[in-house]
């Protein structure tokens, strides 16, 4: 049984207070590099997740001629670069440039877009995310005409995120600064804020944590689920359609029904939601954050997310069709007053699935999960090689610490799925490797306690073993509702997951395993590294 235990206190502002700083974010980035205790480390931003085999490869190189020759996945489907010399910026960056993985300098920081990993090849969904991604990244480094509007986007902080969902309600539950779902008919929803009022998740969500940390020096100013990265299990499932009142900005239209998208829309004080055509919906996306932007100036505050945004500087509906409106896109509000129904039954796993992914074409598209988010660089080069050999090509990279690979024949893509297996890779659904996260730790990180990375994987052998709880059979898959697994290394606990999860603590003598929930209570129970198999299964049970 797990005893009773406060929470850690937490740096969110309460209320409406914002939080005050005297820097800039400190986000790394591939220009600006972050010095760890192995070296400097890189962020490379990946728009929608989005790489040709050729880009993979030429990061396979970076990692290995000038890195400790791994690749780390980040919760925003970006990649990180490790164990770099503090010199070797400028010939990285050449590297990255020739590439297209830097199309702007001034840009590199701010294109941190998240997309639905599987839009285009499953059937299911209603817009083509990948290319909402390319053309909002174009607007993001201004790659459009002079006299746009969009050049101060380079403003935004490195920790602002886009996401763009396809309709199926994946990453619209990331809690993001801007959201794009798309809804049947051509149209979408656009989301200023996050579910739930000031970017906060929805308090039963276990979805990734999105702020991209990794022994960051901004991993301390992310308290909540929605403003740290590198969780790996399941999001909470939306799946309801509600009806909103409103008025587009040129409309004499009283009202409009709302289509389907994930709960919480339209629920809090910094969530102004409007529909829009969904052929504007990249520049909506990049327009509704500049008026972010202009707030943070009228507000004189040095807010990075809009849920720092005090109240009465928030970016209503109105303003925002108003900005819209004057840009030639007609929007209209979503009224948070209007009733909400729920429609069809919420999916219970809304991340792409591991293994086979069947599309309507036939074609298939191979899914695998990479265990703690570490790739080395030989395993990143099989998946530009099987892209390349049997694929389309295109590498997706996932905000859960995944890879996608699409355009296969049934029989290459099951091929493709054995060979990544071997490689170590999880590839079936019921691997003990799902759900279990893990921060940087030793020896990368000064603050950690303990190599949690290691402790890991000897629990994930141990319960694999039978020394914890025993997994079900292969053709079973994991328990549904089982909580993630977060291992930290300090009482930061960067990266950790929201909603319900288990709390693994580097203490020095041992860890304290904790079950959190979002209401602030948490059980926990002191163990040794050689007991962390079997607490943590016990932990996992406790649903």
Not at 82 to 109: F, I, K, M, N, T
Not at 314 to 341: F, H, M, Y
Not at 366 to 375: E, F, H, K, N, Q
């Amino acid at each position: 049984m797990l005893a009773a235990m406060p929470l850690p206190p937490t740096t969110a502002p309460p209320g409406d207070e914002t939080p005050v700083r005297g820097r800039d974010d400190a986000c790394p980035g591939a220009l600006r590099l972050h010095p760890a205790d192995d070296g400097a480390l890189a962020r490379v931003r990946v728009p929608g997740g989005l790489l040709t085999a050729r880009q993979a490869l030429v990061l396979a190189g970076a990692a290995e001629e000038l890195g400790d020759g791994r690749l780390d996945l980040t919760s925003r489907g970006n990649l990180q670069l490790r164990g770099l010399d503090a010199g070797c910026g400028a010939g990285l960056a050449a590297r990255l440039r020739a590439a297209g993985l830097l199309p702007s300098d001034r840009h590199d920081r701010v294109r941190n877009i998240v997309a639905s990993p599987l839009s285009g090849l499953d059937g299911a969904g209603h817009a083509d995310a990948p290319a909402w991604a390319r053309a909002l990244d174009a607007l993001l480094c201004d790659e459009v005409p002079a006299g746009s509007g969009f050049a101060e986007l380079a403003g935004l902080s490195g920790r602002f995120l886009f996401a763009l969902d396809d309709g199926r309600g994946d990453v619209a539950a990331l809690g993001a600064d801007v959201t794009l779902i798309a809804a049947p008919d051509g149209e979408a929803v656009l989301r200023l804020g996050s579910a739930g009022g000031h970017g906060l998740a929805r308090a039963d969500s276990t979805a990734p944590n999105t702020a991209d940390t990794a022994d960051s020096p901004d991993a301390p100013d992310s308290p909540d689920a929605t403003d740290r990265a590198d969780a790996t299990d399941r999001s909470g499932a939306p799946g309801v359609a509600a009806r909103r009142a409103g008025r587009a900005a040129d409309d004499d239209t009283p009202s409009r029904a709302r289509p389907p998208g994930p709960p919480g829309i339209g629920d809090g004080p910094s969530g102004a939601e409007l529909l829009v055509r969904a052929q504007d919906a990249p520049r909506a996306a990049a327009l509704a954050a500049v008026a972010f932007l202009d707030a943070v100036r009228a507000s004189d505050t040095r807010a990075w997310r809009v849920r720092e945004l005090p109240a009465r500087h928030a970016v209503t509906a109105d303003r925002l069709a108003g900005r819209l409106a004057a840009a030639g896109i007609r929007a209209t509000p979503l009224g948070p007053e209007s009733p909400t129904t729920t429609a069809g039954t919420p999916a219970a796993d809304p991340t792409p699935a591991v293994g086979l992914v069947v599309g309507p074409d036939g074609r298939c598209a191979v899914s695998v999960a990479v265990p703690l988010g570490r790739l080395t660089a030989t395993q990143w080069r099989l998946l530009a090689g099987l892209a390349s050999r049997g694929g389309s090509g295109e590498l997706r990279v996932t905000p859960w610490r995944g890879v996608v690979l699409p355009g296969f024949s049934p029989d290459e893509a099951r091929a493709a799925l054995r060979e990544l297996a071997d490689a170590g890779l999880v590839a079936t659904p019921h691997s003990p490797w799902l759900g279990i996260a893990a921060c940087t730790g030793r020896p990368g990180c000064a603050k950690s306690l303990a190599d949690v990375r290691a402790d890991a994987a000897r629990a994930v052998a141990g319960a694999a073993s039978g020394d914890g709880r025993p997994d079900p059979p292969p053709d079973q898959g994991p328990p549904p509702g089982r909580p993630p697994v977060y291992f930290s290394g300090c009482e930061r606990r960067c990266g950790h997951p929201g909603g319900r999860w288990v709390d693994v603590l580097a203490t020095g003598d041992g860890y304290r395993v904790a079950v959190r929930d979002p209401g602030g209570s948490a059980r926990g129970v002191d163990v040794t590294a050689d007991q962390l198999a079997g607490a943590v299964a016990s932990a996992r049970g406790t649903t």
